[in-house]
């Protein structure tokens, strides 16, 4: 948490928001990941336990399908917010 937190801090304060949130959201689905693949709490259940899913279980499941997601749509805004910064130079 500390780590994550360090750098969303100093990626916000460089300006270096895309970086930043791709950091934070990195973290986030590789936590999921290490979770899911030890079977802590029973979180590789994440995609069968409907209806009786457990906190962790939702969060695991929303982190391993949202955040590749929001890491495509993180790239292209990155890519088209470079491509119009460039132009207005």
Not at 47 to 72: E, H, K, R, S, Y
Request: proline share 2%.
């Amino acid at each position: 948490m500390v780590l994550t937190g360090s750098a969303g801090v100093a990626g916000w304060r460089r300006g270096w928001v895309a970086l930043s949130a791709f950091t934070l959201i990195s973290l986030m689905w590789l936590l999921a990941v290490v979770l899911f693949a030890t079977d802590y709490r029973d979180a590789d259940g994440a995609f069968d336990c409907w209806p009786n899913c457990t906190a962790l279980q939702d969060a695991v499941g929303f982190a391993l399908l949202v955040a590749p997601i929001m890491v495509v749509a993180l790239l292209a805004s990155a890519g088209i917010a470079g491509l119009l910064r460039r132009r207005s130079h």
